[in-house]
């Protein structure tokens, strides 16, 4: 009932400053729309495009390219089993840090963050746009041919390109085939020229089967259901996420709102030796733990929200802990010192 309540209330006030030139009846799908009251799936693709900019923080054109071919809303979870597969495998990488226990904590590649980079999700693909060094994004996810027991498990160069005088990297997933492109482009064009089979570094490439170490790390991984893997996989398309109406964050390197009672985060363990980030569970029970940013509800306000979250997906809260569930699977969201 708030928010029949708060779109009553602009609606007034549209109504209002129009002079009463606009009836309540007309302001009313406008307030609807503005305070996120409209279904997403049913608006056109003109205003989606525009609406998903504003939550992801990507350029027009790479929202347009997320959106297109049929995707429900805004697109972040709207993705194949093999791609979700990748996401939430993904996200061991990128929420365990400074941790050095389990079986993922030697991947330790939440130091991406630090290049904010912004996450393009779409049905065939993960675009990460790194406008400030592509390739050291790559070099923190790829194995090479002297160190094949670093990276993610089973993640390979493809191929590469320039477009806009900017590199991308294309990246391949052998377990699942899933596709991820590190770009420097804010359009993330996939239609770039001078393209490369040859990497610039000596990665490991698609044409190198699973090493040793990565069956072994891929086993060591608990099992993760279904509605769990959707939930994992949301926290890499959410990974720096601000709420259009600024309620809301979930950059992990600082708070984008600039919201003085969050700047407590940045305390000085966190300054001087990084944050802290477990991510770990089985099955249907999952739980995500960290220092510094963001605030734990704001996360669990991102995965469940109603333009932006994940479909079903809702929250309770427990003292200062959130538990995000969806159907039957659950991840707790803490505090890393409770």
Same mark, same amino acid.
């Given at each position: ?128 746009v790194a406008e400030r060094a592509p390739e050291n994004v790559a070099t923190r996810l790829l194995a090479t041919e002297k160190s094949a027991s670093r990276g993610v498990p089973g993640l390979r160069y493809e191929d590469s390109h320039t477009c806009h005088e900017q590199h991308s ?7 699942? &085939? %899933?596709?991820? !492109?590190?770009? #420097? $482009? ?5 239609? +770039? ?22 069956r072994r790390a891929l086993v060591a991984i608990p099992p993760i259901s279904r509605d769990a893997t959707t939930l994992l996989a949301g926290l890499v398309s959410r990974y720096n996420l601000v709420d259009r109406r600024g309620r809301w964050a979930t950059s992990l390197s600082w ?56 479909? &079903? %997906?809702?929250? !309770?809260?427990? #003292? $200062? ?5 969806? +159907? ?11």
């Amino acid at each position: 009932m708030t928010l029949d309540r708060d779109i009553a209330k602009l609606a007034r006030r549209i109504q209002h400053v129009s002079g009463n030139t606009i009836p309540f009846q007309k302001a009313r799908p406008t307030a609807a729309r503005e305070l996120g009251g409209l279904p997403v799936h049913t608006m056109p693709d003109a205003e989606r495009i525009p609406l998903r900019v504003r939550y992801t923080g990507e350029s027009k054109d790479a929202a347009r390219s997320a959106i297109s071919g049929g995707v429900h809303g805004l697109g972040p979870d709207h993705c194949s089993d093999e791609q979700r597969a990748f996401l939430a495998l993904l996200a061991l990488a990128l929420f365990n840090g400074n941790v050095y226990t389990g079986p993922t904590a030697r991947w330790n590649y939440s130091v991406v963050a630090s290049y904010d980079p912004v996450m393009s999700p779409r049905r065939d693909q993960l675009v990460i746009v790194a406008e400030r060094a592509p390739e050291n994004v790559a070099t923190r996810l790829l194995a090479t041919e002297k160190s094949a027991s670093r990276g993610v498990p089973g993640l390979r160069y493809e191929d590469s390109h320039t477009c806009h005088e900017q590199h991308s990297i294309c990246l391949r997933h052998l377990p699942t &085939g %899933a596709l991820l !492109t590190i770009t #420097g $482009d804010p359009a993330a064009c996939e239609h +770039g020229n001078r393209r490369s089979l040859a990497p610039r570094y000596r990665y490991l490439t698609v044409h190198h089967d699973l090493t040793a170490d990565e069956r072994r790390a891929l086993v060591a991984i608990p099992p993760i259901s279904r509605d769990a893997t959707t939930l994992l996989a949301g926290l890499v398309s959410r990974y720096n996420l601000v709420d259009r109406r600024g309620r809301w964050a979930t950059s992990l390197s600082w708070d984008p709102l600039e919201r003085p009672g969050v700047e407590r985060r940045r305390e000085p363990d966190v300054i001087r030796h990084g944050a802290i980030r477990q991510l770990w569970g089985a099955r249907d029970s999952w739980a995500l733990r960290w220092t510094g940013y963001p605030e734990p509800r704001d996360l669990a306000l991102a995965l469940t929200h109603r333009e932006a979250g994940i479909k &079903g %997906a809702e929250f !309770t809260r427990h #003292g $200062d802990a959130y538990r995000v569930v969806l +159907g039957t699977s659950s991840l707790d969201l803490c505090d890393g010192r409770s």
